[in-house]
């Protein structure tokens, strides 16, 4: 990982750690605090591949360290991975141990879940970023079924408001395929997307909107082949839009 990498992570790390991860506006406190405008601080926290992404540089960097009270060119430092001495120990444990990241990368896909009338699905998936989270948070946060199977998309509409807004950023999981309990589900029914909660009944599925403007949706047992799962909504950042 070079110097802008890692200089990245710990400052993502640092707001995680000072405001909490996925926090609405953390982004907006981390900026009065470093004294910076917040799209200046978005555009650090950026990929860099992505479009107007800004590496920190030296003396930004050590402003950093000087806002946070922490020592001088840690932010420069890669994030430490404990050594665990594995020999001797079972084959998949070690297995296990040796894989160990301290970070899960997760791929954004160009593609919004309505929540409303249905998007048409693209003609292919499209990935334009990656997101990293903290493997610890993930661990301790998130119900999944690997991290291989975490991918992020979007919201679009208003069905799902308040709880899901337009333009927040959605982690789904891709690796459940069917409506085993009631949650918030992504799914292609008509061939167009939807993000709604679906409830599963005696007598087949229902498809409710978190907004009581919308109607809800009764599907019998005999129709449940219409409705193709996606993904899960496992966890999701109001009021942030990528």
Request: proline share 4%.
């Amino acid at each position: 990982m070079d110097l802008r990498e890692v200089r990245r992570h710990n400052l993502q790390r640092l707001m995680d750690r000072e405001y909490g991860v996925g926090v609405r506006g953390a982004q907006s406190r981390l900026a009065e605090k470093l004294g910076k405008p917040q799209n200046f601080i978005s555009r650090c926290l950026s990929e860099p591949s992505a479009s107007g992404s800004k590496t920190i540089g030296e003396d930004f960097a050590r402003e950093i360290e000087s806002s946070f009270g922490i020592e001088r060119y840690s932010l420069d430092a890669p994030l430490a991975v404990e050594t665990i001495d594995v020999e001797g120990l079972p084959t998949p444990l070690a297995q296990k141990i040796k894989s160990y990241k301290p970070l899960v990368a997760i791929e954004r896909f160009d593609i919004a879940g309505s929540m409303g009338p249905g998007t048409e699905a693209p003609e292919m998936n499209m990935v334009v970023e990656h997101m990293s989270l903290d493997a610890a948070w993930v661990r301790q946060n998130l119900v999944y079924t690997s991290t291989d199977n975490l991918k992020l998309i979007s919201g679009k509409g208003d069905s799902m408001a308040p709880t899901i807004r337009n333009g927040d950023a959605l982690l789904v999981d891709s690796g459940i395929k069917s409506v085993e309990s009631d949650a918030i589900y992504f799914f292609e029914m008509g061939g167009r997307l939807h993000v709604k909660r679906i409830q599963r009944n005696l007598d087949g599925l229902t498809i409710i909107s978190d907004n009581d403007q919308y109607r809800e949706i009764d599907v019998p047992a005999a129709r449940e082949g219409d409705i193709h799962i996606l993904a899960q909504i496992i966890y999701w950042w109001t009021g942030r839009s990528f």
